[in-house]
């Protein structure tokens, strides 16, 4: 939680990121994933000074389960001095008790945020879905709560001025807006009327760009003229010299098909929803479709 100090822009996770966006599409599958089709409501998950500190929480953490589809888990909150905003023990269950930072009591509308982190904790906990480390494992819970459709609320946290600032997640705000992005492109939301921080705003604009240049890179048609002169200058490197050599610049990598090669080259590139590398041939204009989550690409190989 940053409270006051700089706040990290930019996209210093976004590998971590993309290989998380592969990991819940791997273990849960795109039909659960889709599941999780309509994100959580603002109006649910609304918590006003007025409302009660513990009762509060406790609804905001309810809607949260049943958003993850978590119907026997059941979330105990507490506050305390923390330098964290958040944390929760993962017990066996049904009962988990998690801690949120003093500074929520007079932070009210920020609770559903700092939840929607912890709830996740259980929920990838029960999947038994982790990475190794725990920065790139709290990447991956900031990732799945955002693809998943609650983690809006820890975007919708940041706010940052000329003399004061606040962020909540292990995301920078941009990596949350390009996560976002990601999702609202396969559900067709519209997250950018959700927002009551003008910064949030404006990260996931940036967030949105950035994943609309992953469905503008070579071998996919929509690449831009620089990207398909690069692509048609490595693609005949390939050919000439066979798939050995230095790696392309671009995303893509080529790999020789069948026995010293007799069939040709294939061209494998990360699919631009899910990220899960797609290997099609060298052969002009094809159209493939992701394994993994379903989605269907023209390509110019």
């Given at each position: ?117 912890e709830v996740m904790h259980v ?6 879905l982790s990475f190794p480390g ?21 975007l919708d946290a940041y706010r ?142």
């Amino acid at each position: 939680m940053v409270n006051g100090g700089p706040v990290v822009h930019g996209y210093p996770h976004l590998e971590t990121v993309r290989a998380a966006i592969t990991a819940l599409y791997k273990r849960l599958s795109y039909d659960t994933v889709h599941t999780f089709a309509t994100s959580v409501a603002p109006a649910d998950v609304a918590f006003g000074d007025e409302d009660d500190l513990h009762l509060g929480a406790q609804r905001v953490a309810r809607e949260l389960v049943r958003h993850y589809h978590l119907p026997d888990a059941r979330m105990i909150i507490g506050f305390r001095e923390m330098e964290h905003a958040a944390s929760v023990e993962l017990a066996a269950g049904p009962e988990y008790f998690i801690e949120l930072n003093d500074r929520f009591r007079t932070h009210r509308r920020d609770i559903g945020a700092a939840l929607a982190h912890e709830v996740m904790h259980v929920y990838l906990h029960r999947l038994d879905l982790s990475f190794p480390g725990t920065r790139d494992n709290e990447i991956l819970t900031d990732t799945a709560a955002t693809y998943l459709g609650a983690g809006w609320l820890l975007l919708d946290a940041y706010r940052e001025d000329a003399a004061t600032s606040q962020k909540l997640g292990y995301l920078t705000p941009e990596e949350f807006g390009y996560v976002l992005a990601k999702r609202s492109l396969v559900f067709g939301e519209a997250p950018e009327t959700w927002f009551t921080s003008a910064q949030a705003y404006t990260a996931y604009t940036k967030g949105l760009a950035q994943a609309r240049r992953d469905e503008q890179q070579p071998p996919l048609t929509a690449a831009g003229w620089a990207g398909q002169r690069r692509y048609a200058k490595d693609r005949r490197y390939a050919q000439d010299h066979g798939a050995r050599g230095p790696a392309p610049a671009g995303p893509y990598s080529f790999s020789a098909d069948g026995p010293q090669g007799r069939s040709g080259l294939r061209v494998a590139f990360p699919c631009p929803t899910c990220h899960q590398r797609i290997r099609v041939p060298v052969r002009g204009r094809v159209r493939a479709r992701c394994g993994l989550c379903r989605t269907v690409v023209e390509c110019d190989t």
